[in-house]
């Protein structure tokens, strides 16, 4: 038994994702920032210019209200925003727009490999500009820049509701996987459109109340390190634990190189963001028209299972699923593919070739594709299959000794599906042979 055993750690996560969506939060101004010259997409809406008025992105809200029912969370249909204060070079205004008393979703759940993880909120704000730290002519300097600010930014804040570095991962891939299929954000951790912090704590095993404290995990953008940073802190917090020492409040990030978690800020007393109702914008009342179009999301396992079902592998679905904006060519290939082994074959080629495709390029993909496939010659393996297709068809047999030709033609597809291309004529006669043996 090691020291370990005795504790039990305690972790809840803020999830930040900016939405996709063609316009700003608050502003007419483009959201897409990622690689824009700086400062191009900008308004006195972002900028914070004085006097400026926000108006807000219903489309933005919209999606934030589909991830708060992803969640499966309850609904605030009246939706208002807040000013929460701060100062940051990066924050112009000197307040960010957020929901604090009314967040669109709110007491939600998401179930993970047969657990179920619980959901404070869901709420809508927006991002920050961003700072970019150069050396110019010499000198060390930082540059901001505004294409970022404004930009719809859904947080979404857990229970502490984990006890493991393993379970905060599942969740936050599935959490990924899902949000990426519908469409709601790319969920990229490396260009921010995915930002993680994982707040730590650890208590006996044996203790009902949460601690009275918490360890802050920030700026750290990876699930792997996300990983070994909760571990790490997991570790450390349980050593000084269990010799008696007290665990400050503060907020650490993550030396990668060195595996472990450093103290950034401590954190002694609460924030003081003054929330005030911000009064250029009113209260808005999501009409049933949003509250539809924003409830409209596909159950991703589901989804998953459907296309598995059809004879696609399991890895191949997960990725062709990322792409899930043009899955009409998916479905016309689906039909033009006739075989498991051609789904998988052709599928690892599409997850390797990194392109997307559209449904014009379907023909000619077929077309590559067949003239690549081998038939299938192995006769021992050929006539095991059929063995196998008969043993698994007994109505076929009946059928065939009721004088129903057509079935030889669906043991040939079932024979087909297994194995991919034949020679159509000797399996055939092989099926016949085998089945008046019967
Ligand atoms: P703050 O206002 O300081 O961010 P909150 O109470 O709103 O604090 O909690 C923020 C996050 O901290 C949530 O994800 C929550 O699950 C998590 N949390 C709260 N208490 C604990 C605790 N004792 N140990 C670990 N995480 C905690
Ligand atoms: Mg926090
Ligand atoms: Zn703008």
């Known amino acids: 038994m090691s020291i370990k055993d005795n504790w039990q750690a305690v972790i809840g996560l803020e999830i930040h994702v900016e939405t996709k969506t063609k316009a700003k939060m608050f502003c007419h101004c483009l959201a897409s920032h990622f690689q824009a010259k700086p400062n191009t997409n900008v308004c006195p809406v972002c900028l914070g210019l004085p006097g400026a008025m926000p108006y807000p992105n219903i489309k933005a809200l919209e999606k934030a209200l589909t991830i708060a029912k992803i969640l499966n969370c309850r609904i605030n249909t009246v939706s208002r925003f807040e000013r929460k204060h701060y100062f940051y070079p990066d924050l112009p205004k000197s307040y960010q727009l957020t929901q604090y008393l009314y967040p669109i979703g709110y007491q939600g759940k998401l179930r993970v490999d047969g657990n179920d993880y619980y959901i404070t909120r869901v709420h809508q704000e927006e991002d920050t500009a961003k700072l970019k730290h150069e050396v110019v002519e010499g000198k060390k300097v930082s540059l901001v820049d505004f294409n970022r600010s404004g930009v719809p930014l859904v947080e979404i804040v857990t229970e502490p509701t984990f006890t493991t570095s393993e379970q905060v991962v599942k969740f936050l891939k599935q959490l990924q996987k899902i949000l990426r299929f519908n469409q709601v954000s790319d969920c990229d951790m490396e260009k921010g459109s995915m930002r993680l912090e994982a707040n730590v704590s650890v208590k006996n095993k044996n203790q009902t109340q949460l601690p009275d404290y918490k360890v802050e995990l ?22 000084l634990l269990a010799f008696g020492k007290l665990i400050s409040q503060e907020t650490r990030g993550y030396n990668s190189k060195l595996k472990r978690t450093f103290s950034q800020r401590h954190k002694e007393a609460a924030h003081d963001y003054r929330y005030l109702l911000e009064p250029d914008i009113p209260h808005l009342f999501l009409s ?75 023909g000619k993909l077929i077309a590559d ?51 991919g291309n034949l020679d159509v004529k000797s399996v055939i006669k092989e099926i016949k042979q085998q089945i008046d043996k019967n």
């Open 218 to 239: 920030k700026n750290i953008n990876s699930f792997r390190f996300l990983k070994e940073a909760i571990d790490y802190e997991i570790e450390r917090q349980v050593k």
């Open 369 to 419: 594709y067949a003239k690549e496939q081998e038939t299938v010659t192995d006769t021992k393996m050929i006539r095991q299959t059929i063995k196998q297709v008969i043993k698994d068809n007994p109505k076929a047999v009946v059928d065939w000794q009721a004088g129903k030709q057509q079935v030889i033609y669906f043991l040939l597809g079932q024979v087909r599906y297994k194995l």
């Open 288 to 362: 049933p028209e949003v509250i539809k179009a924003g409830s409209r999301f596909k159950d991703y396992d589901q989804v998953k299972k459907e296309w598995q079902a059809k004879g696609w592998p399991a890895d191949v679905v997960e990725v062709l699923l990322t792409r899930a904006d043009q899955i009409k060519w998916w479905q016309e290939l689906d039909k033009a593919v006739p075989t498991r082994v051609a789904k998988a074959k052709l599928g690892h080629f599409l997850v390797k070739n990194k392109s997307r495709y559209y449904l014009k390029d379907i």
